[in-house]
């Protein structure tokens, strides 16, 4: 009678797998070429086999490519509030990095190199040998590990909101450490307040 049961479960649980990945593949068909406007300006969602996987990316704009990599757990679209302004002068790429929002979701591969290697096949992909680049949260390391392995083809770095190893503020000897530390750690006013 366990067994049954047990056998029943696993079917019963590869059909709601199977029909979830049916519909996931059915909604990424949708959105492939599909078009829309923020801004005044247009974009299109797309998919490249990369590295093993299927990357979902977003572009539009024209000019010098920049590309901008989203935070954890976070899309593409964290960046479409500022995607309209850049896209005036610059081909704007927003993917979703490898498992989070519509790009593959396999069981490894979320190191930073292996994921920097997804970003710069994508970029490969597109045709550009050279790209400005941005990485916000987790996004920070893999821009950082894309750099690494292709200094010459990151004509500019930003990185913001993540702390890499190794990289640190000067010292300030007033407080003891670096400044980012004191604003999240010291609870003693860093600036007397007028009264």
């Known amino acids: ?9 696993l079917f019963v649980g590869t059909l709601v797998l199977d029909q979830k990945n049916t519909a996931m593949a059915q909604q990424q068909q949708q959105l492939i070429g599909s078009s829309f406007h923020m801004g005044n300006m247009t974009f299109s969602h797309h998919f490249a086999s990369v590295n093993g996987i299927q990357l979902h990316y977003v572009i539009g704009g024209h000019g010098d490519p920049i590309v901008l990599l989203h ?3 976070e899309t593409w679209y964290a960046w479409h509030a500022v995607m ?5 002068n610059y081909t704007v790429i927003a993917p979703d990095l490898r498992g989070l929002g519509d790009s593959s979701k396999p069981p490894t591969g979320y190191d930073g190199k292996t994921v920097a290697e997804d970003i710069h096949q ?9 790209i400005f680049l941005v990485g916000h949260d987790i996004g920070t390391q ?6 690494a392995a292709h200094p010459t083809e990151v004509k500019k ?4 909101e993540l702390t890499i ?11 003891g450490g670096a400044y980012s530390i004191k604003y999240q750690m010291y609870q003693k ?7």
């Open 165 to 175: 190893q190794g990289l640190h503020l000067p010292e300030d000897h007033q407080y």
């Open 84 to 88: 309209p302004t850049l896209a005036k």
């Open 157 to 160: 770095l930003v990185v913001m």
């Open 189 to 195: 006013p860093l600036y007397k307040e007028k009264r």
């Open 142 to 147: 893999v821009a950082y590990s894309y750099k």
């Open 122 to 130: 994508l970029v490969t992909h597109l045709g550009f040998k050279t």
């Open 71 to 73: 935070g954890w757990p």
């Open 1 to 9: 009678m366990i067994v049954v049961i047990a056998i029943s479960i």
